[in-house]
């Protein structure tokens, strides 16, 4: 089974940036797919970005061209950067994986992944 721990996360002004991480332990000998996912108060969750195992990513509009999904495989560790940080990127983010998917499933940031990260607090002021 695949364990997965947030590190990053915090207080950043609009316009900064910040990187997310998240590293995986258990059964990681292969490279399923990971993504993003994050939920502000009172709102529903959103994906932000998946990528699967050769590399492939997929990003929601509300991110894209600001935020980039990468991943360490010999590290096994997943990144979130982020940049030009707006107050409405503020929310908990949560690192998830979904084995035994190498390739995304269609629309996976829709979906509920099968496994999840703690969660780690992003706050964005203006």
């Known amino acids: 089974q695949v364990q997965l721990v947030n590190t990053g996360g915090g207080s950043v002004q609009a316009g900064g940036s910040m990187r997310l991480s998240c590293t995986a332990s258990g059964n990681t000998h292969g490279a399923y797919c990971m993504g993003w996912y994050r939920q502000a108060p009172g709102k529903e969750r959103e994906g932000v970005a998946a990528?699967?195992?050769?590399?492939?990513?997929r990003y929601a509009d509300s991110v894209k061209g600001r935020f980039t999904i990468s991943r360490d495989n010999a590290e096994n560790t997943l990144y979130l950067h982020m940049n030009s940080l707006i107050p409405e990127d503020t929310a908990m983010y949560y690192c998830?994986?979904?084995?035994?998917?190498?390739?995304?499933?269609?629309?996976?940031?829709?979906?509920?992944?099968?496994?999840w990260g703690q969660g780690t607090q992003v706050t964005v002021s203006s």
């Open positions: 998830a994986a979904d084995p035994p998917y190498v390739t995304c499933r269609p629309d996976i940031l829709a979906r509920t992944p099968r496994v």
């Open positions: 990528i699967d195992g050769f590399a492939n990513t």
